[in-house]
Structures are given as structure tokens and as C-alpha cells.
């Protein structure tokens, strides 16, 4: 049910005025159960302040205290879209046939099991297992295919820490990946096997012998990211397959900490941050990882 906001006021002062039989205390509960939407998102704040730019959504929900909890953390979660944090380590999604679990299937048992059966997750985007960061996942296929369309429009930061110091503040590396033997990637000639990536950089901090870098996607290719930074000669810390130094333990220094997409059925701007993983800025050396 969509309530349209005459005019400037709060959340509270909307549902009283569109529910004229309803207590302040009755009101108050519907907004905490989570039955209000505001551009698509839950908010439990009766002082939310409204305008009628805003869309306003209403729906009654059964509270289910039995809810399974999330295997994962959770950034954002609406009838739509499914916004987590994936740790680093584990597949986004497993290889079809192939035992063990993964990012995505353990989120999926999670939603079926607390609709019953009634949504599903499907795959918008991916991160490599040994990268960590958020993970928008959609709800129906339709939804995937539209947030897929407009992937291009997506804003994508990570973090990357990384041997070495490029010798510019910041800049963008542009070239023509391709992947060749033990799925490794590589920049080399525009061809019809190649795709154009784009990766925008800039220096955060410095220590003797690492730099801390944010990093933006323009285009979204297979090891995009640790291709570019090993080429620039600043391969991610803990990246063996791309030249890092071994003696630290194989944990890749990449983390997605930032996406802004539009709402698919509001289109309402949405940005999500996660913070950067514990450990993350500590080298461990290879013979102390299990310590």
C-alpha cells in the first residue's frame, strides 16, 4: 500500500493522518515492526522526516521470532535486493555439480527458509574467493537483469593495499585484459579475445614499505583490479598468483567497501559502505598465520 505525503512532516504525523483511527502507540509499533518503507528501505524512525518527492510504502507483516539468523552480515534488505558482506575466502558461488558451499548458497538457504520457500536470490555481480567486500544479490530475475543492465552506472571502491608506492598520487591505468594459462589475466593487444578495463586509483596512506590505495572500477573484468596494480608494479599484498612477495600469508588485500546503485523499482540512490576487515592493515608472515 504506497501513501502519498501531502506535504512535509514526519513519518509518525503521515500514518496518523492516513490511519485516523489509530493511537500514537499504534502507530509507533507499525513503524517499529518494520511495516513502513521509505524509497524502498525499512525505517523504524517515526521522525523520519517525509516529503512528497518520497515514496512512502505501508505493508502489514507477520513477525516471525523464529527467524533464522544471517549466516553473513547484513548491509540492506528489502522485498528487491539483498545487500552482504562477503568474507574473504570463500566463492561467491560454487561451481555447478561441485561439493561444499558457498557466499551465495548459504545466503539463499537463509532467505528460503525465513519466507518459506516464497524468494529466492539471484546473482548480480561477483568477487573473487580470496577478496572480501559487498555483494548485492537480487530477488527476482527481473530485478537481476535490470541491476545487470545498469552495472555500468555503479559506483565501486575498494581498498587495496599493496607492495611498493605508484609514483603518482593518483591516476588511472587503461588497457586490454585477456586471460591466458592457470587463469591468469594480462594486459596485451585489443583483440577479440580482450576487453577494455579501466581502473581509477588514488594514495590514502603510506607505511616504509606498502601503500594503502582506493580504487574505482570503470569497467568490472576478471581480476581487474590485481592485474593492473601487479602491472603498475604494485601487486596486492598477499597476491602470490600476481607477484606478491610469499613470505606473508595468502590473504588477498582487497576489499569492496563502497557501492551506490539505483533502487530498481524506486530508483531511489542507495549507497552502502562496509568497514575495513579486521587484520587487514597486519602482515603476518606465512609460518605465524595459524598462531
Not at 57 to 66: A, R
Not at 180 to 186: D, I, L, N, P, Y
Request: aromatic fraction near 8%; include cysteine; hydrophobic fraction near 30%.
Amino acid at each position: 500500500m504506497i501513501i502519498q505525503v501531502p506535504s512535509p512532516m514526519t513519518l509518525s504525523e503521515l500514518l496518523l493522518k492516513e490511519f485516523r483511527h489509530a493511537s500514537r502507540t499504534t502507530v509507533k509499533k507499525m513503524i517499529a515492526h518494520g511495516n513502513v518503507k521509505v524509497n524502498g528501505r525499512m525505517n523504524t524512525n517515526p521522525a523520519t522526516r517525509v516529503t512528497p518527492e518520497d515514496t512512502v510504502e505501508y505493508t502489514k507483516q507477520v513477525i516471525n521470532l523464529n527467524r533464522m539468523k544471517p549466516p553473513y552480515s547484513i548491509i540492506f534488505e528489502d522485498d528487491y535486493l539483498l545487500v552482504a558482506e562477503k568474507p574473504a575466502g570463500l566463492l561467491t558461488v560454487g561451481d555447478r555439480g561441485q561439493g561444499g558451499t558457498s557466499f551465495y548458497k548459504e545466503l539463499l538457504e537463509y532467505v528460503k527458509e525465513n519466507t518459506e520457500g516464497k524468494e529466492r536470490l539471484y546473482v548480480v555481480h561477483r568477487l573473487d574467493r580470496e577478496v572480501s567486500g559487498l555483494l548485492v544479490f537480487a530477488k527476482t530475475e527481473k530485478i537481476q537483469q535490470q541491476l545487470k543492465n545498469d552495472w555500468n552506472h555503479t559506483r565501486k571502491l575498494y581498498y587495496a593495499l599493496v607492495e611498493g608506492f605508484p609514483e603518482k598520487e593518483k591516476g588511472t591505468i587503461r588497457s586490454w585484459l585477456e586471460e591466458g594459462k592457470e587463469q591468469k589475466v594480462f594486459s596485451g593487444r585489443e583483440s577479440e579475445h580482450s576487453k577494455l578495463a579501466i581502473t581509477h586509483y588514488r594514495i590514502m596512506d603510506k607505511s616504509p614499505d606498502y601503500t594503502l590505495l582506493e580504487v574505482e572500477l570503470e569497467t568490472g573484468r576478471k581480476h581487474q583490479i590485481r592485474a593492473h596494480l601487479s602491472e603498475m608494479g604494485c601487486p596486492v599484498v598477499g597476491d602470490r598468483k600476481y607477484g606478491a612477495d610469499d613470505r606473508f600469508e595468502r590473504r588477498i588485500r582487497l576489499h569492496a567497501y563502497y557501492l551506490s546503485i539505483k533502487h530498481p523499482i524506486t530508483g531511489a540512490p542507495l549507497e552502502f559502505k562496509s568497514k575495513m576487515p579486521k587484520g587487514f592493515l597486519v602482515l603476518k608472515p606465512e609460518h605465524e598465520k595459524y598462531k
